[in-house]
């Protein structure tokens, strides 16, 4: 099972785990491409998980 089959809602242009996971964690000479993949995944993973949390913050 893919871990993205277990986020609540994720965004129809997610970018899979699969595409960033195995980048290594040397950044110096990161491809943009790389860097945008990578960049985008958190973004969307923050906006789709951080809610979630939020609202059982203020339980």
């Known amino acids: 099972m893919e871990k993205d089959d ?3 809602a ?3 242009d997610l970018v899979p785990r699969s ?3 195995s ?3 040397n950044f110096a000479a990161m ?3 790389d860097f945008e993949a990578i960049t985008t ?3 969307q993973l923050m906006r789709t998980v951080l809610p ?3 609202r059982s ?3």
């Open 23 to 25: 980048y290594p964690t």
């Open 31 to 33: 491809a943009r491409s």
């Open 19 to 21: 595409a960033v996971a």
């Open 52 to 54: 979630m949390y939020l």
């Open 10 to 12: 994720p965004p129809a």
């Open 41 to 43: 995944r958190g973004e």
């Open 57 to 59: 913050a203020h339980r």
């Open 6 to 8: 277990r986020l609540p």
